[in-house]
C-alpha cells in the first residue's frame, strides 16, 4: 500500500465515524465531496441505520414514522409507526414531528380512525364518512285558518245519513 492510499484510507476512517453510534449502522461510507463541503470535519454517511430512522447520521425518522420527542434520536425507541388508517387516511405517512396522519375529508383522529363531527360512517372506502344532511325546519303555524275554499267542500251534510267505518274503512288502511 503506497503513503497516499494509506492516507487516503486512515482519514477515511477517521471521518466515516457516525455521531450517533447508537442508531448509526455498523457500517459507513466516506464521501469525499462531503468531506471538502464540511470544512473537513465529515465525509461519513451512514449506511442501513437502525431503529427505524434515516439520513447521513441517522438522526430522524424514517418515512413511515415520527419523533418520540420524550426519547433521545439515539434511543432505540424514538422513532415510532405512523399506523395510518388503510381507509380513513389520505396516505400511509405522517407528519414526522406530531404524528399526525394525512385524513380524508370528513375523517379525524391522528391516525384517521374515526368520523369528524357532523359526519357519520359510510361503506366506502373512498369516502369513509359522509356529511350527515340537515333537515330543514318545517314552517309552523301558530294558528289555523281554514282554507276559503274548505267551506263548500268540508262541512258535514244536513241529512240524517250515518256512515258506518267498517263498511268503507279496510283494515291496515
Known amino acids: 500500500m503506497s503513503r497516499r492510499e494509506f492516507l487516503w484510507y486512515s482519514v477515511s476512517l477517521l471521518v466515516c465515524l457516525c455521531p450517533t453510534a447508537v442508531t448509526c449502522a455498523r457500517r459507513c461510507r466516506f464521501n469525499m465531496e462531503l468531506y471538502k463541503l464540511s470544512g473537513r470535519r465529515s465525509g461519513g454517511v451512514c449506511l442501513n441505520c437502525r431503529h427505524n430512522t434515516a439520513g447521513r447520521h441517522c438522526h430522524y425518522c424514517k418515512e413511515g414514522y415520527y419523533r418520540d420527542m420524550t426519547k433521545s434520536i439515539s434511543h432505540r425507541r424514538a422513532c415510532k409507526a405512523c399506523d395510518c388508517h388503510p381507509v380513513g387516511a389520505a396516505g400511509k405517512t405522517c407528519n414526522q414531528t406530531t404524528g399526525q396522519c394525512p385524513c380524508k375529508d370528513g375523517v379525524t383522529g391522528i391516525t384517521c380512525n374515526r368520523c369528524a363531527k357532523g359526519y357519520q360512517q359510510s361503506r366506502s372506502p373512498i369516502a369513509p364518512c359522509i356529511k350527515i344532511p340537515v333537515a330543514s325546519p318545517t314552517a309552523t303555524y301558530s294558528s289555523y285558518e281554514e282554507p ?26
Open 148 to 173: 276559503s275554499d274548505c267551506e263548500s267542500h268540508c262541512k258535514a251534510s244536513k241529512g240524517k245519513m250515518k256512515i258506518t267505518m267498517k263498511k268503507y274503512c279496510k283494515k291496515d288502511y
